[in-house]
């Protein structure tokens, strides 16, 4: 079940309270995120399979999310995860980038 509700912190640049979007559990699966602005949002315990495109997530909070599945690692700029999901987004990097993974000749 997804719940969507507001979380309320201090703004480093305004340096004032701030309202932002905080979801729990949310899935967002074959979903589009396009020219959103999700700085500062919270994402705990959602699961990515989303194309984000254009979106400003810097401060955006995704640790403990499934990001295995996102497109648009780009978008991400600024945003906060943990070591594990580094590997999550290893698999997005070459995804998106259409890298060829290749053995060094001996």
């Known amino acids: 079940m997804c719940w969507v509700g507001w979380c309320y912190g201090l703004d480093s640049w305004l340096g004032a309270l701030t309202k932002r979007p905080w979801f729990v559990g949310c899935s967002f699966k074959e979903a589009e995120i396009i020219g959103s602005d999700l700085r500062g949002a919270v994402f705990d315990d959602c699961a990515f399979a989303a194309d984000i495109k254009n979106t400003k ?3 955006a909070d995704l640790r ?3 990001l295995s599945n996102l497109s648009g690692l780009a978008s991400l ?3 906060k995860v943990t070591e594990i999901q580094l590997r999550q987004l290893s698999e997005v990097m070459i995804r998106d980038l259409d890298l ?3 053995e060094i000749p001996l």
């Open 100 to 102: 060829t993974i290749a």
């Open 64 to 66: 403990g999310s499934d």
């Open 77 to 79: 700029h600024g945003a």
């Open 57 to 59: 997530m810097s401060g």
